[in-house]
């Protein structure tokens, strides 16, 4: 079973996602009694008319996630027009500690993914307080930052952005860090395809993609995230092992500990089973340093007592 924490526009736009791929049953979980409910009838009337057999139900009673093989959250205060997502951290730590409490009780054998801003420092607090093995919490950043980098690309070549492989290390937030020497169409990268001028547009464009989402229409994205945490569930709950860029717990690679960023990562039924160290050079190690520092600061405003 898949249990979604927070019934708001990412989990149940991730739930939609995960019940078009029929990857298990889902249950939609939030503190709010009524809206986990009717989104899970929904989305199981629109299971209904196309003929997909999924069971999708709601609750409030977090015991109801017992024996779930993955633990979706997405809870939190969301992104306002004009704010950051770093702007977060205060209003979001205390909520994680809540919910790694509950699933520590109710889901002790789970995979974790989270959502929740700002992501790197939340997942970093999810996984102190969970004291569990690295591999089992997963933050979702990369697969939407990357996502959007293969778009912007995409544009200017005048090819699919499923012949791009984008990578973007570090923060999820504006101080993330694209990388387009590494990021390729056909293997040639995309700093011999693109002119200086192009590659910073499309590297600014990445970066300010979700407060250009939220801008336009007063709410943060919600169909980019729902769709990687999709694939991303996919590759846990099938044991795909495909590359993706997650947030995870460094200890040791790229020479950085004790912190979670962004980084390529192989997914399989244990989570992340391996985390690749790209050949970064001089300059790169430098902006995805300066990013992890970013991270750092983040992860430092969270309340003491909270990281135990």
Do not use: C
């Not at 977090?62 to 997405?74: A, P």
Request: hydrophobic share 45%; charged share 20%.
């Amino acid at each position: 079973m898949i249990t979604i924490i927070g019934s708001g526009k990412v989990g149940t736009s991730a739930a939609l996602f995960m019940a078009l791929k029929k990857l298990d049953d889902i249950l939609l979980l939030d503190i709010r009694e009524g809206v986990p409910q009717g989104e899970a009838l929904d989305l199981s009337h629109a299971m209904s008319i196309l003929g997909i057999n999924v069971n999708i139900t709601g609750s409030t009673n977090f015991e109801d996630m017992k024996g779930s093989d993955l633990v979706v959250v997405t809870a939190g205060f969301p992104r306002k027009p004009g704010m950051t997502r770093e702007e977060l951290v205060g209003k979001n730590a205390g909520v994680i500690v809540d919910i790694a409490e509950k699933i520590k009780k109710y889901a002790p054998d789970a995979i974790v993914m989270l959502t929740t801003n700002p992501l790197d420092a939340m997942a970093y607090l999810m996984y102190k307080r969970l004291g569990w093995d690295r591999s089992r919490v997963i933050g979702f950043s990369g697969v939407l930052d990357s996502g959007r980098l293969a778009y912007y690309a995409s544009r200017k070549l005048g090819v699919s952005p499923a012949s791009i492989v984008p990578i973007v290390l570090g923060m999820h937030g504006k101080q993330m860090f694209p990388v387009p020497r590494l990021s390729t169409v056909g293997g040639a990268p995309l700093t011999m395809m693109l002119s200086k001028e192009e590659i910073d547009k499309v590297v600014e464009e990445t970066i300010k993609a979700g407060a250009t989402i939220t801008n336009l229409r007063g709410y943060s994205s919600n169909f980019g995230p729902g769709s990687g945490l999709a694939v991303m569930a996919e590759s846990v709950l099938k044991d795909q092992k495909s590359m993706f860029l997650a947030s995870v717990y460094l200890d040791g690679e790229y020479g950085i500990s004790d912190v979670f960023a962004g980084v390529p990562v192989i997914l399989g039924r244990n989570g992340v089973e391996r985390i690749i160290e790209l050949p970064l050079n001089d300059e790169e190690k430098a902006g995805f340093l300066e990013s992890v520092e970013a991270i750092r600061a983040n992860i430092a405003q969270i309340p003491k007592e909270y990281l135990g």
